[in-house]
């Protein structure tokens, strides 16, 4: 049985709703994602597809709903005329099935409330079914399946949901917190005519799944007879062994998927202390984790998820746990992402949904990564999705946004990883380390050092001072050892790794003045600069006497502004940096015949340093091809003042290393 066709109309925050579901080539049913904003009605439509489930299954079993003192049983679902979408005077739900399972027609299920009747329903939905009818407004539900349909239907497929209350007990919570009645070692249950063995709503089933696993290992498990040197197997052909085994393959399969590694359920002896059994690396014998209990949260909710699937099919028919593409039914699962880290949801989530194609798996998700893992691991036009609160069906193109949010996120998590690498490299010991915004801001710091350290006029700050830099270089630079990327960002998250860390060497971080919030995290106007603890300090360049009109300044501003606009000759040309107040709003420069491409850096208020290797390209008017640029990259105004200190004024800098000296004599630890 499969989901064909939904119809919602004023139920909650869903005006109107109507999906066709959709199959491949080979019948197979295509998953559904619906995804949305909170409070779109993406839990509306899965609460109306689990009540139906429950509605029809209670035609055959007598243990799936419970009856009501005074007559009548209670509703998975209740009905609640103030879910009617407001500024209408009703609402109904309409899901109509497909079913090979018996001759009669597929089970149709309606839930209505307000001003409409059944024959409304059915005339708005072009429903030909004679069975449906009823004139009769007001709260009610109809459902068309019989008894003898509704046990085959059960007997043949794996119907369940995954609610956003499915709950796994972590090993780590006392036993005070967390009752169950559920035994650990395997059982064998009696089949009760009439009781449905498997429930339709999924809790907390980690004890359930381990008593059937240790059922699956030792089903997949032979008696040996005879003496060393002419063992033969007992009780089993090798055939139904090799079958049997199979069923725990699948469930390593799907172990090992969640996992990373090709891993084997171990049965220890039982005279070992511990779990039954543990998890095992196939290729090393290593022990991955020593229990089931042991994975994480996310791996443990996935492993029981989707060994559930093979449980309730193995409930109906030992042999559908053998062949995971023969399981079919529909599995409902509301924010698959509940507990999943990014990997899970994009990598490894799909290749499990992968595993049981016939079985039409109908999702609310809130993860572009689970989307563009269903995208590379089924294709584009394997599965569908749709958006809420209108329904409307999400083309391909649509996935840019999500490919956006993921390469951020890569982006992220690379930009994580080369702050662990330059704490990394690092050494823990030595005199004071600077570290700067920008691999030129140390070049500059560096000459000024030198350049007034030998000044009589400051020896009162350089006498006994010493530090070093953290020197780097850009990662596309030829030159240098350490190449790192370190931006006003990449500086702060630095310096707050840094600080968490006890250490003997004092570090001092140091930043541009020109964006407000690095300035207020790692600035202190008081005190000209901020304590963290542990060694670490940091603070924001000090403004100069020149710069006070424009405080918002980077190092090159320590210079004056004809010292800015000192020219470099480059392979003949003279490139020079510029400033943004040159340049008119858009990025003209009429008295030098120039303009700049970057216009937001330009204008009689901006003071923006513009140089010729980041987008802020200058050319002359008559430079139609714009073949040369006559912006001077910060670097090479740097390496001009290394070679010709003399022709540059330093004073600018003396009240930073002032506070240096303060940091590392009065401070420091």
């Known amino acids: 049985m499969y989901l064909e066709k939904l119809a919602y109309e004023n139920v909650g925050p869903l005006k109107s709703v109507k999906i066709n579901f959709s199959f491949s080539s080979n019948g197979n049913p295509k998953p559904v994602i619906l995804v949305g904003e909170n409070g779109t009605g993406k839990s509306t439509i899965l609460s109306n597809i689990v009540d139906s489930f429950y509605e029809m299954s209670r035609?055959?079993?007598?243990?799936?709903?419970?009856?009501?003192?005074?007559?009548?049983?209670?509703?998975y679902k209740a009905i609640l005329p103030n879910e009617i979408h407001e500024g209408t005077s009703y609402m109904y739900s309409l899901l109509q099935y497909t079913s090979t399972e018996s001759e009669e027609s597929a089970p149709v299920y309606i839930f209505k409330s307000g001003k409409v009747t059944l024959d409304d329903i059915k005339k708005q939905n072009n429903i030909s079914e004679g069975s449906i009818s009823g004139k009769k407004e007001g709260n009610e539900k109809f459902l068309k399946a019989s008894s003898h349909q509704v046990e085959s239907i059960w007997d043949n497929n794996v119907i369940c949901y995954f609610g956003p209350d499915r709950y796994e007990c972590p090993v780590w919570l006392g036993n005070s917190y967390y009752n169950t009645s559920s035994y650990l070692h395997p059982t064998v249950e009696g089949r009760f005519n009439g009781h449905l063995e498997n429930p339709i709503s999924v809790y907390d089933v980690s004890n359930v799944n381990l008593q059937w696993l240790l059922d699956v290992i030792a089903d997949s498990r032979g008696d040996i007879t005879g003496e060393a040197g002419s063992l033969s197997l007992a009780h089993i052909s090798v055939d139904d062994l090799l079958l049997m085994r199979q069923a725990r393959d699948n469930l390593e399969k799907i172990l090992s998927t969640i996992l990373g590694n090709d891993v084997y359920f171990h049965l220890n002896l039982r005279s070992l202390n511990g779990a039954r059994f543990r998890i095992v690396d196939k290729s090393t014998n290593r022990v991955i984790c020593p229990t089931l209990d042991s994975l994480s949260t996310g791996q443990s909710a996935l492993f029981n998820m989707f060994a559930t699937i093979v449980h309730y099919a193995d409930n109906n028919d030992i042999t559908k746990s053998v062949r995971l593409d023969d399981i079919t039914g529909i599995v409902v699962i509301d924010e698959i992402e509940l507990h999943l880290h990014s990997k899970l949801q994009k990598e490894v989530l799909p290749q499990l949904v992968a595993m049981f194609p016939k079985i039409q798996f109908i999702i609310t998700s809130h993860s572009p990564l689970f989307l563009l893992g269903m995208q590379e691991v089924l294709g584009e036009n394997a599965f569908d999705v749709y958006e809420m609160p209108k329904g409307q069906k999400i083309d391909v193109e649509c996935y840019s946004e999500f490919l956006r949010a993921y390469d951020y996120l890569k982006k992220t998590r690379k930009f994580n990883e080369d702050i662990q690498s330059i704490i990394s490299s690092i050494p823990p010991d030595g005199v004071p380390l600077i570290i700067t915004e920008g691999a030129t801001d140390w070049k500059h710091m560096k000459i000024a050092a030198s350049v007034l350290s030998n000044d009589s006029r400051y020896s009162s700050i350089f006498s006994d001072?010493?530090?070093?830099?953290?020197?780097?270089?850009?990662?596309?630079?030829?030159?240098?050892?350490?190449?790192?990327?370190?931006?006003?960002?990449?500086?702060?998250?630095?310096?707050?790794?840094?600080?968490k860390i006890p250490h003997k060497r004092c570090y001092i971080f140091i930043a541009d003045c020109d964006v407000s919030e690095t300035n207020n995290r790692l600035g202190d106007n008081e005190k000209g600069f901020k304590c963290w603890g542990n060694n670490t300090y940091s603070l924001t360049l000090p403004i100069p006497e020149i710069r006070q009109s424009t405080p918002k300044i980077c190092i090159e501003h320590y210079y004056s502004d004809n010292e800015i606009k000192t020219e470099v000759d480059i392979s003949g040309v003279k490139r020079r940096l510029y400033i943004g107040n040159e340049f008119n709003k858009i990025g003209l420069c009429n008295k030098l015949k120039i303009y700049c491409e970057k216009k937001s850096v330009c204008g009689p208020d901006k003071i923006s340093i513009i140089e010729g290797t980041s987008g802020e390209r200058v050319f002359r008017f008559d430079d139609e091809t714009c073949s040369t640029?006559?912006?001077?990259?910060?670097?090479?105004?740097?390496?001009?003042?290394?070679?010709?200190?003399?022709?540059?004024?330093?004073?600018?800098?003396?009240e930073l290393f002032r506070l240096i000296r303060k940091i590392i004599f009065e401070e420091s630890e």
């Open 629 to 654: 640029n006559l912006a001077l990259p910060k670097m090479k105004f740097v390496e001009y003042i290394q070679q010709h200190p003399d022709a540059f004024s330093f004073e600018n800098f003396v």
């Open 465 to 499: 001072l010493k530090f070093e830099f953290l020197e780097y270089e850009p990662k596309n630079s030829n030159s240098g050892d350490l190449k790192l990327e370190m931006g006003d960002v990449a500086l702060r998250s630095l310096c707050e790794n840094v600080a």
């Open 59 to 75: 035609k055959h079993f007598s243990n799936v709903t419970t009856f009501r003192e005074n007559g009548g049983y209670n509703f």
